[in-house]
C-alpha cells in the first residue's frame, strides 16, 4: 500500500468479493481500448524485475514531463511487464513526432538501466527495433543476425521486423 499511495491517484480499490474482482479485471481490459478511445497514442511495450516497477513508473512520468507528453501505464505487475501508452492530446505534430522519439530513448535507456529489456510480451518489431542499440551491442546484434540468416538464408521470415535499420 505504501508504494501506491506515492503517485498522485484518485482512488485504490480492492476486491473484497467475486462482483468486485470481476469489475476489477473488466476495468483493467478496458484500459487499452479507453486509451484508444481518447486520442493517438504510442505503445511500447517494457519490463524490470518487479522490484524495480516504481522507479521505472516514476522515471517515466518524469521524462514525459521533461519532453511534454502524458502516459497511461498499465500491465501485468507480478511479471514486471509494464506497458507505457505515450497519449499525443494536444502536443504539436512537430512535437509528436520528433520529442517523443527521444523520451521514448530515455525511456528504453531507463529500462535497461533497473535491468529490464525492450519488450514483454510483445518482442520486437517495427517499434521497436531502432531501440535494440540500448540493450546490445553491435557485436551481439551481428550475432544475432548471423543466426537468424543461418536459419533463414532468404530473408523471408518477418524481414525487416527485429534488426536496425542501421545495423
Known sequence: ?????????????????????????????????????????????????RYELAALLNGI??????????SVCYG?????????NIV??????????TEVTKGIREIFELTVSLKGTLSGEHGIGY???NYMDIAFNKTQLQLMK????????????NPGKIFPDTL
Do not use: C
Not at 76 to 84: F, S, T
Not at 146 to 156: A, E, H, M, R, V
Open 61 to 70: 512520468k518524469t521524462i514525459g514531463n521533461k519532453y511534454g507528453f502524458q
Open 127 to 129: 517499434v521497436q527495433k
Open 88 to 97: 499525443k492530446g494536444d502536443m504539436s505534430d512537430e512535437a509528436w513526432n
Open 146 to 157: 548471423g543466426i537468424k540468416s543461418t536459419f533463414d538464408p532468404n530473408g523471408i521470415l
Open 76 to 84: 501485468h505487475a507480478g511479471d514486471g511487464n509494464l506497458h507505457v
Open 1 to 49: 500500500m505504501g508504494v501506491v499511495e506515492q503517485f498522485q491517484i484518485d482512488e485504490i480499490l480492492f476486491a473484497d468479493t467475486e462482483d468486485q474482482k470481476n469489475a476489477l479485471w473488466k476495468m483493467r481490459r478496458s484500459v487499452g481500448e479507453a486509451v484508444k478511445s481518447n486520442s493517438i497514442y504510442k505503445e511500447e511495450d517494457t519490463v524490470v524485475p
